[in-house]
């Protein structure tokens, strides 16, 4: 096993990385809450986790990762009202994108993918566990609200080092039946304009989950009472963070032994975020970059420091791709099939860098001075350097998600063809319908002039009664 080094929350340091399982990592991050398209500030995380599994694998360990999906939230119920939709439509479908969005980029995926809605008994019986112990209470206003006691609980804070009288409760936190405007809701009773559907019987009458319990329940479900790594973007750090180790803790929980926050991708400055109306969306930035390209640009800077979005960045790691894909094909494994990882074959700075709480930019820098090496020793005909280059800067993209021989790679290809399908047969019932109109109105000149420059295309048009069809 390597010794990887990570950022400790409480510490404010760098320390050793001892799993509490040998030989293994359990790792939880917090996945989206399925109200709108991922942009590239939420993909983000997938990728700085994706890699950090990718680094833990090959440095031999095996890793299970668990990714939720907040799938019953106030916004999802918001917007699927806005958009005339039921609120679990608007979350599969986004839901969807989610997945489309990794797999654009490369990412595997997680070893389970909860969704909330799946554990209300579970999440239920935690907050009964926290009533009982006396760090929960039902609101006296007969809301139905169930609410963490954040003053009950003494080390409240402790994961963003704060202390409780210092803060301040969130702006659009609703004071109602609150013994504390900072007590943070477990249960939120059902209110006569939400769905039906959007809520569940409990002890303290029919309501839906607080966003903080989801995850708290999920983790521990799925990876035991303690686990290795909790992660998400560094927005979740406070409170969402903080409110779920008070609350696993509170119940009698471990919980996470470590915490793990990526920084923001920022547009003119600020996070990027839905709210803003500043995302760039994964699938218009895909379109317009190569994912390749738009993975290493979200993969080269430290993951503790924010990322600056222009298209001059994405152009330079667009750059840089074509020069670890030039220096592939002259050695002729560009369109080789999945690499042959052998650990033995990273260089030790690479390694090094690794191991240093995933510092991305020192081993970058490594791929590309191999690259180079590899460059003059095909320059010079030195054959078994240029072999050993070569071997290198696989395993290097391979560990880094960058490999184009990786299967995540041929799937990404798969669903873009796929949706560049979809794309032309919405193309073609355009043109086809101009042509239908054309002919419609006797405007045989343009009707034919349609039809001969489809056919220019090697599209082939056939009439019928019921229509025309294309073919390629």
């Known amino acids: 096993m390597v010794s990887y080094q990570i950022y400790d929350e409480a510490s404010g340091a760098v320390v050793p990385f001892v799993p509490l399982r040998e ?43 668990v990714a939720n999906v907040t799938d019953i939230d106030d916004k999802i119920l918001t917007k699927s009202a806005a958009a005339g939709l039921e609120w679990y439509e608007l979350a599969y479908a986004v839901e969807l994108q989610l997945h489309r969005a990794y797999q654009s980029l490369g990412c595997l995926p997680p070893t389970y993918e909860p969704r909330a809605t799946g554990h209300i008994p579970e999440m239920i019986d935690m907050i009964s566990r926290l009533v009982d112990a006396g760090h929960a209470y039902a609101a006296a206003d007969g809301s139905g609200d169930v609410y963490f006691d954040v003053k009950s609980w003494p080390t409240y804070g402790e994961l963003t080092r704060q202390r409780v009288d210092d803060m301040a409760p969130a702006e659009d936190s609703d004071p109602r039946g609150k013994r504390d405007p900072r007590d943070f809701a477990l249960w939120k009773g059902h209110k006569p304009d939400e769905p039906a559907t959007a809520s569940w019987p409990s002890p303290w009458g029919p309501g839906r989950p607080g966003w903080h319990l989801e995850c708290s329940v999920m983790a521990i479900k799925y990876l035991g009472e303690g686990f290795d790594i909790h992660g998400g973007g560094l927005d979740l750090r406070f409170p969402h963070h903080e409110n779920e180790q008070a609350q696993a803790r509170a119940a009698g929980y471990p919980f996470a032994k470590y915490w793990m926050h990526n920084a923001f991708v920022t547009m003119a400055g600020e996070k990027m975020s839905k709210s803003l109306g500043n995302g760039a969306l994964v699938t218009e930035v895909t379109a317009q970059y190569p994912p390749r390209a738009v993975r290493l640009y979200l993969t080269a800077p430290h993951y503790r420091s924010a990322i600056e979005l222009s298209s001059e960045s994405l152009a330079e790691a667009t750059a840089q791709l074509s020069r670890i894909d030039a220096y592939l094909a002259r050695v002729g494994v560009l369109d080789d099939g999945p690499v042959d990882f052998d650990f033995t074959d990273l260089p030790v700075a690479f390694t090094a860098a690794m191991d240093d709480d995933m510092s991305t930019p020192a081993a970058v820098a490594v791929l590309f001075d191999t690259i180079r090496a590899g460059h003059k020793a095909l320059d010079g005909g030195d054959v078994n350097a240029a072999d050993d280059a070569t071997k290198a800067v696989r395993a290097m993209l391979h560990v880094l998600g960058l490999d184009p021989g990786d299967p995540e790679w041929a799937d990404a290809a798969s669903a873009s063809n796929a949706r560049a399908s979809e794309a032309l047969d919405g193309l073609m019932g355009l043109v086809l319908d101009q042509r239908a109109a054309a002919r419609q109105a006797k405007d045989w000149a343009t009707a034919d002039a349609i039809r001969d420059r489809l056919n220019s295309l090697g599209i082939t048009v056939d009439d019928s009664p019921t229509g025309a069809r294309w073919t390629l």
């Open 23 to 65: 030989g293994e990592v359990s790792i939880y991050h917090c996945g989206l809450t399925v109200q709108a398209a991922p942009h590239l500030g939420h993909i983000r995380k997938e990728v700085v986790f994706d890699v950090l599994r990718r680094w833990l694998q090959a440095s031999g360990y095996k890793v299970r990762i």
